[in-house]
């Protein structure tokens, strides 16, 4: 019988846990991107806005292919691995695509993505203009 190892605690259980859900998204984006690109190929007509699609979903896919197959890098590389692709992909549907639902869905989940696997700094963008809101308190 194996002994039962101690359950990480405190930090290195959020870092197991953030590495874990990182991984299943990784794999997920990577089934998601290569059904997006056989859509567009099949789907789209031949225009000016097919090609660059397809490439940035080719392109993303052979990103999250890396880590979706290798399980490397670990932390908060991985988290920058998902944010990122999804990043550019919704950034490219606003360009080609316009304001349908599509972009938006996608930047917005890539948004809630950021602040889960990444912390509440990465998704937080302050003024440098205005003061900080804990300084405007006093």
């Known amino acids: 019988m194996q002994e039962a190892e101690p359950e990480p605690q405190g930090a290195d259980e959020a870092l197991a846990w953030r ?10 984006l990577l089934v998601i991107f290569l059904a997006s690109a056989v859509l567009i190929w099949l789907v789209m007509a031949h225009g000016q806005s ?8 080719l392109l ?3 990103i999250v292919s890396v880590p979706a197959l ?19 992909t919704a950034l490219m549907g606003y360009v080609h695509v316009g304001v349908f639902s599509g972009p938006g869905v996608c930047l917005m989940v890539t948004v ?3 602040g889960l696997l990444l912390g509440r700094r990465a998704r937080s963008v302050e003024n440098p203009l205005m003061p900080p809101a804990w300084a405007q308190s006093r």
């Open 112 to 114: 809630m993505l950021a």
């Open 60 to 62: 993303a896919a052979a």
């Open 70 to 88: 290798s399980g490397w890098p670990r932390g908060t590389a991985r988290g920058w691995v998902i944010i990122v692709p999804a990043l550019v």
């Open 19 to 28: 590495n874990e859900l990182a991984l299943r998204l990784i794999r997920a």
């Open 50 to 57: 097919r090609n660059p699609l397809l490439v940035c979903a």
